[in-house]
């Protein structure tokens, strides 16, 4: 006798509660709703899903056992596991059987129709007895009168599909079969159910590779987990070894497959297998010829015609390995793509590459790249012609895809030795590559192991025979001037010593690196000379990463408060640099438009520059722009929007005080810590910076307006030691530059507040003509006057509301109108479009009231449906500024998808 079916079994009375939401599943949520409906109003219904396994029937089970019981019903799950074993044998054992298990199903069906309407769910009904599915047809027919749901599934199995044919004649019955391939946007969000956070665009490479099935997503996303390949950071799934390389990069990797998570292999090794022989072979010499492939050079590489290859590439597009792109045929997905050449073992693929490139050397057109890509796989040391076709082709790619450069120039000198010719070249090249891709120490090591000391001045030439276009001395020299400033300034004083050896370009490079040195010594004169000096020899930007000589004068220029000067410098400078100079004459604009007080317009040339920034394929957050972001989110006082970029600057700026960036972040830190946690924190931020008699004088350098935030922020905080070793540096600074207004002034500044000097400020002011610094000046008047002359306080403190209020300085505005309240004194109304007081006060720091404006917009048309580029097409922003804003607003409202997104957004 089986096992009879017990009352209080599990198995049969599963009260399901999926804790994912069901995706890419809407027209089947909508035909079990159908089914759920119906048998509310009285009806009995049936639900039949045929569909291979994999495909997600079991989930959808569970989905319509959560609607049903959301709607009142009882939930009977007639599992195969809690069938008899064997059918029960009493003389006729069929018909015993069916009898037998009827007569145990439909007593326990009708005790739940008291409590209302019922779903019976019956999964993997090709796993189960015949006898079973006859008693359960059976009952159905006895029951066809009474609110009983019957949701079942099977795989294909025709023994069973011809039952369940006969129980759609008994109930009115809807079929879905079988179930459809999810879409992408099913599977990034069924992916960010799992990980719990937004995938970035690697991680959804790697989960749109393994299939359109849910048992697919599901196995990749949790081989991602348990091989802890996956980071969350800000809201954002992430590769734990960095990003995963790709196109020329990918292509020219020893090992493709070195970083695809194991699982993923085996996956597509899998998919691989049970392809004919045929398929496999043409697929895998498919991808030896690269990610996208023409027919006719398959054919070519087969020896065969373009005919014969008709079915095994038709097996491979239904398979999902391969889509049709007009001409070509492309992988799937790259990651795809990379684990069916991994799968071709290393000789085969050697040789494999060997004949790929000579059949394109032989054809009359050449394409120099894709030669190169196949060159670096196969051709042995010493072959000369092989190493200037990878240099020809690097430098071909180096004005628009330096990283593509990078990767194939750094994987050609696999093919050479020290001392073989051509390889001096290639380092060249190589190390300029580097360089725009900010890889900074990588084309330190190459430039000085391919430049080396061969006259009495030791000035770092190429070696003879390795003829250069790009000169080896401005690759060093703009390498060394990008992490490591003391060594660059030492080798620009060598340059200049014989000026007339060298070429422009070295000699715009050796003047533009002595203007920052000396700027960065206090020696502002001579900064202004040599900036100025770059700029008469300037011709064509030589595209290797310093960038164009009036991008330091504006640089200069704006640190000096000659604003108009720096703008029309940087109008007059080339529009767009190269790999990872291309934010940076966004980022001038923004810092002097903030300066101005436009703060919409500092935000708009930072989107611009960070679009620039996303077609070059360089860092996503480059220091620049994020500099100017963090202080236009102070200016507005949004300080969580201010601390988070804050960390995401310091996360893209290596830590020590070679580094450029290094002074200028201690100071943007400093402001963020004392909007948020006061002057004692903002203090410690910069105390290093101060008390370093070298850095001091680059703090004090940064902004006109530093000398009088540092010394006001350190009294504030309770350090008058500090506030007058600061104040006298800038005196210090001043009388050793004289000529120079905004310098002078800032000492002057400095040294007022130190001395609560009214009548120095009220000079102060009256002479200053930067909008910010001269409402800042009537606040420390304000401040001043508070103990001795109410009345003049009122007056000052209203000057300077007007003055924030004009540049946009929204906690500054706050602050003020704060201090006139105190006093009783009537403030003024804000200007037409502005928060009112109560609405200055700091931002929450989660909900929908954390969010910025900006962040607002982003949001309501993210829930509206649009995709990140839509969004950045209507709000006129880069995609990746669309991207930056959205994981601030998952953050911010604690939710990880679009989906959720859509449900709370008001």
């Known amino acids: 006798m089986g096992t009879p079916l017990s009352e209080n079994s599990a198995q049969w009375d599963r009260s399901p509660g999926p804790p994912l939401p069901l995706r890419g599943r809407e027209d089947e949520t909508r035909k079990l709703e159908r089914l759920v409906l119906g048998v509310r109003t009285g009806q009995a219904r049936l639900l039949v899903v045929s569909s291979p396994a994999g495909t997600g029937v079991t989930r959808l089970v569970a989905e319509g056992a959560a609607l049903a019981t959301l709607r009142g019903f009882s939930v009977l799950d007639l599992s195969p596991g809690a069938f008899p074993a064997r059918e029960l044998v009493t003389g006729h054992p069929h018909v015993a059987g069916v009898s037998a298990l009827a007569a145990q199903l439909e007593p326990r069906v009708v005790q739940r129709l008291r409590q209302g309407p019922v779903l019976v769910t019956l999964d993997d009904a090709h796993r189960a007895p015949m006898s079973v599915l006859a008693a359960v047809s059976t009952v159905m027919a006895e029951l066809g009168d009474l609110p009983v749901g019957w949701l079942i599934t099977l795989h294909g199995d025709q023994f069973a599909n011809a039952v369940l044919q006969d129980m759609a004649t008994v109930v009115p019955c809807d079929w879905i079969e079988p179930l459809t391939p999810l879409s992408d946007d099913a599977a990034l969000l069924m992916a960010a159910d799992l990980l719990g956070a937004a995938p970035d665009p690697d991680v959804a490479s790697l989960v749109g590779s393994a299939g359109a099935t849910p048992s697919a997503v599901t196995g990749v996303v949790m081989g991602l987990l348990a091989e802890n390949h996956v980071q969350v950071v800000a809201d954002v799934a992430r590769l734990t070894a960095g990003p995963l390389r790709c196109g020329t990069a990918a292509a020219v990797s020893p090992q493709p497959a070195e970083q695809l998570p194991a699982s993923l292999r085996r996956r597509i090794a899998g998919r691989l297998a049970v392809l004919s022989p045929e398929a496999q072979d043409v697929l895998q010499v498919a991808a030896v010829l690269g990610n996208g492939f023409a027919p006719d050079d398959l054919a070519e590489m087969l020896g065969k015609s373009a005919a014969v290859l008709l079915r095994p590439l038709r097996e491979a597009l239904a398979a999902g390995f391969l889509d049709a792109d007009g001409a070509e045929f492309v992988f799937h997905r790259e990651p795809v793509w990379r684990a069916v050449l991994g799968s071709v073992p290393a000789p085969m693929r050697s040789a494999l590459h060997r004949q790929v490139a000579t059949m394109l050397l032989g054809r009359e057109s050449q394409d120099v790249v894709r030669i190169a890509v196949h060159l670096v796989h196969c051709a042995r040391t010493g072959d000369a012609r092989a190493v200037a076709i990878v240099d020809e082709a690097a430098r071909i790619l180096l004005p628009s895809s330096p990283e593509a450069a990078a990767a194939l120039a750094t994987s050609g000198l696999r093919i050479t030795e020290p001392g073989e010719p051509g390889r001096g070249a290639l380092g060249v090249t190589a190390a300029a590559a580097l360089v725009r891709t900010g890889r900074l120490s990588e084309a330190v090591e190459l430039a000085r192991e391919f430049l080396q000391p061969d006259d009495p001045c030791h000035v770092l030439r190429v070696p003879s025979g390795d003829a250069h276009e790009l000169s080896p001395e401005l690759v060093l020299l703009t390498t060394l001037s990008l992490h490591d400033l003391d060594a660059a300034a030492c080798l620009a004083d060598q340059l200049l010593e014989i000026w007339e050896h060298h070429s422009s370009e070295v000699l715009v490079g050796a003047l533009t690196v002595r203007a920052v040195t000396s700027w960065r010594e206090g020696r502002l004169d001579s900064a202004v000379d040599a900036a100025g000096a770059a700029v008469l020899v300037r011709g064509e930007p ?57 703060v919409t317009a500092a935000e708009a040339a930072v989107a611009a520059g960070l679009a620039a920034s996303d077609q070059t394929g360089t860092a996503a957050f480059p220091p620049p722009l994020g500099a100017v972001l963090v202080l236009c989110a102070l200016r507005r006082g949004d300080l969580v929007a201010a601390a988070d970029g804050l960390r995401r600057l310091e996360e893209s700026v290596p830590a020590g005080r070679t580094d450029p960036c290094e002074v200028e972040l201690r100071l943007i830190a400093g402001q963020v810590a004392l909007a948020g946690d006061g002057p004692a924190a903002a203090i410690a931020e910069i105390r290093a910076a ?9 703090l004090l350098l940064e902004a006109p307006t530093a000398t009088a935030w540092c010394v006001r922020t350190a009294i504030a905080a309770g350090d008058p030691a500090l506030a007058e070793l600061l104040a006298s540096a800038a005196e210090d600074l001043a009388a050793a530059n004289p000529g120079h207004e905004s310098v002078a002034a800032a000492a002057a500044h400095g040294r007022a507040l130190l001395k609560q000097d009214v009548a120095a400020l009220v000079e102060l002011e009256a002479g200053c003509s930067d909008p910010w610094t001269k409402a800042s000046l009537a606040e420390d008047i304000g401040s001043m006057h508070l103990e001795t002359d109410r009345r003049q306080a009122v007056v000052a403190f209203h000057r300077a509301l007007s003055g924030y209020d004009g540049v946009e300085a929204e906690p500054d505005s706050a602050r003020v109108r704060r201090t006139l309240g105190r006093l009783g004194a009537r403030r003024r109304r804000p200007a037409p479009g502005r928060r009112d007081d109560h609405e200055h006060e700091p931002r929450p720091r989660t909900g929908w009231g954390s969010l910025t404006g900006a962040e607002q917009e982003v949001a309501r048309l993210v829930a509206d449906g649009l995709t990140n580029r839509q969004v950045a097409r209507e709000l006129f922003v880069s995609p990746h500024t669309v991207g930056f804003h959205l994981r601030q607003i998952y953050r911010k409202l604690a939710i990880g998808s679009r989906v959720d997104l859509a449900r709370i957004a008001p």
Do not use: H, M, Y
């Not at 000589?549 to 640089?555: E, F, M, S």
């Not at 100079?581 to 101005?596: E, G, K, M, Q, W």
């Not at 101060?690 to 680059?698: G, Q």
């Open 690 to 698: 101060a008390e370093d008699p070298v850095l001091r004088t680059r």
């Open 542 to 598: 030589a595209g290797i990463g310093q960038g164009d000589p009036l991008w330091t004068k504006a640089w200069i220029l704006t640190r000096l408060g000659r604003l108009d000067e720096a703008l029309d410098a940087v109008d007059q400078a080339c529009v767009n640099g190269v790999g990872v100079t291309s934010p940076v004459p966004f980022a001038l604009r923004a810092a002097i438009l903030l300066a101005r007080g436009d």
